[in-house]
């Protein structure tokens, strides 16, 4: 019984020297840099970079252009409210007001006499 066991591990311990081996392979080819995964992971952390770099940019930008559009905005409902109260002081003005603030033009007709004197 003895020998069984004994039998048993060193068959146990071959075998998980085979996976230790295959295992090592395996981490030896995705760390390389060249053509494996670390390649390509590599690449990626790169490009992460990158792309926070572009993204603290744009929000930067956008920081600076929601600040204008803010001020822009501020300018336009000022303007809004000095119009709303031009337009209710003119609906406050009766219709005589009004008659009598349009200017008349007055035509005259000219006279033969007063072209003849011009020539």
């Known amino acids: 019984m003895q020998i069984i066991a004994d039998i048993l591990m060193g068959m146990a311990t071959l075998g998980a020297a085979i996976y230790c081996f295959v295992l090592a392979r395996r981490l030896k080819r995705f760390n390389q840099l060249e053509s494996g995964m670390g390649g390509a992971i ?9 792309m926070t770099k572009a993204l ?4 930067a930008t956008a920081a600076g252009s929601a600040q204008q559009l803010g001020t ?3 300018r336009a409902e000022q303007a809004a409210q000095r119009l709303e109260i ?3 002081s003119l ?3 009766s219709e ?3 008659e009598a ?3 008349r033009t007055v035509r ?5 006499t007063d072209l003849e004197a011009a020539e």
Do not use: G
């Not at 005259?108 to 033969?112: E, G, I, L, Q, W």
């Open 42 to 50: 590599a690449v990626l952390s790169a490009q992460v970079d990158d």
């Open 56 to 59: 603290n940019r744009a929000q």
């Open 72 to 74: 822009v905005t501020e």
């Open 86 to 88: 031009m337009l209710a």
């Open 91 to 93: 609906h406050d003005l």
């Open 96 to 98: 005589e007001e009004t």
């Open 101 to 103: 603030r349009r200017h």
């Open 108 to 112: 005259r007709r000219t006279r033969s």
